[in-house]
């Protein structure tokens, strides 16, 4: 039996109006893609469905492709934040850095101010932070006077703790110290094509037979830093540590050069730091402008720093010094024939230092722990010796310059120092022979002073 024409036509109609109906979404995707059901905007990646590449910073501008270090993801690219707006690094190291408050990234990637960084620039407050180079004579004679600088180093460290307690109690900030080490050794001529800057006799603590000698270098023991840092907030454990690498480092050895160049050392050390040019140091680890510096010279002979070129070195086997020490001799020689550098050109270079001199350093202080005693502390003098009398004495009348357990006077040293002190240095003098715990003590004072 036939159906009505118009039955027919509205079952037919009713059948594609179903078939041209959206089915419900229960799948949890977003309709748009005919295979994902994702938007325009959005793509699946992996597993993972109707992700926005434009701003998912674990997919940014395509599937797999992480924004690291902080950085979030913006119109398909990885980018620095506005709070640290600086990418720093490469590839999965990068990240993001305000360079105008980081210490860490101060002014630039990687320039480490270990103190505070305003306005892009390492910045010292209140003045009370303190560069501190020790100068450690490493010639074979030296080694039991090492370790008593390493003792001593502990009460110096104490007395430090006890000004910043004190300062914390009356609300203000605490000092921050930067300790490094380097050694006398710098070269050694002994004249017939003998000349050298190698280790050679034993092996010290920080080298190996064959190395450089430091020549101004920054030196540190394994598993201990060149730069020991004393800043706020550090916990007792990390002080400690600190503290244990300095006195590591304070023992330098005694395979050193026994052409001792105490005072070029330092030149060289510092002209290092200003130029970039210590090894394994960061920017801003030494050399804080505004800072103090605090250099302290350790040694039982007299300087005997000359140009480290064979043709105008002083050579220390001379044989026209007939045995006796080439370079005690070569101050008693006529000027023009003199090879030493001259102690003037070292006052000249370390005041240079000062800012009122165009330099970095807020002040500056020195301290000569040498063979020489001038007994202006009422110590007991040792026997004197008349080739090396520079100076009256001030406790017995007698010119006193070598202290018993000395090889030979400091007097270069100590001229040194009568002319920073006549240039309002702050100067500290000891002797290798005594209790080195309070020469160390009154170094403090320079540290915490104003």
Sequence with gaps: ????????????????????????????????????????????????????TRTDASNCGACGIACTGGQACSAGACGCPATAPLACGSGAATFCANVQTDPDNCGGCGRACHTQC??????????????????????????????????????????????NVARAAQGLAAFEFHVAVTTSSVFRNYGTGDFQKTYDRCMPTFATAGAEYPQGDFIAVPGTAKVAHFVAGLSPAAVAQAVAGVKANLRVGSCGSSQEQHLEAARLALQKVAGGR?????????????AKLLVVWVGDEDDCSSPADPARALVLTD??????????????????????????????????????????????????????????????????DAL???????????????????????????????TFRGRGVNVVEATVCEDLAKPLSRLTGFVTAP
């Design 118 to 163: 305003q306005a892009g620039v390492c910045a010292v407050s209140n003045a009370i932070a303190t560069d501190i180079l020790f100068v450690m004579d490493d010639s074979s004679s030296m080694e039991p006077k090492q370790d008593a600088v390493a003792i001593a180093f502990d009460g110096f460290i104490e007395e430090l703790a006890r000004a």
């Design 278 to 290: 210590q090894p394994g140091l960061t920017p801003g680890e030494f050399g804080h402008p505004g």
């Design 388 to 418: 090396q009398l520079q100076s009256p004495a001030t406790c017995t009348g007698t010119a006193q310059f070598a202290c018993s357990g000395a090889s030979g006077a400091g007097v270069r040293f100590l001229a040194l120092a009568d």
């Design 1 to 52: 039996m036939r159906r009505p024409l118009l039955a027919v036509s509205l079952v037919v109609l009713a059948v594609l109006a179903a078939c041209g109906q959206a089915k419900p979404n229960t799948s949890g995707k977003t309709p748009g893609d005919p295979n994902t059901g994702c938007t325009a905007t959005t793509t699946s990646c992996g597993t993972t469905l109707c992700i926005d």
């Design 319 to 384: 044989p026209a010094s007939a045995g006796a020490d080439a370079c005690v001799r070569d101050r008693s020689l006529p000027a023009a024939q003199q090879k030493l550098f001259k102690v003037a050109e070292y006052d000249a270079f370390f005041t240079s230092l000062l800012q009122v001199n165009g330099g970095p350093y807020a002040s500056m202080g020195a301290g000569f722990v040498v063979s020489a005693n001038r007994c202006t502390d009422g110590l007991t003098c040792a026997p004197a």
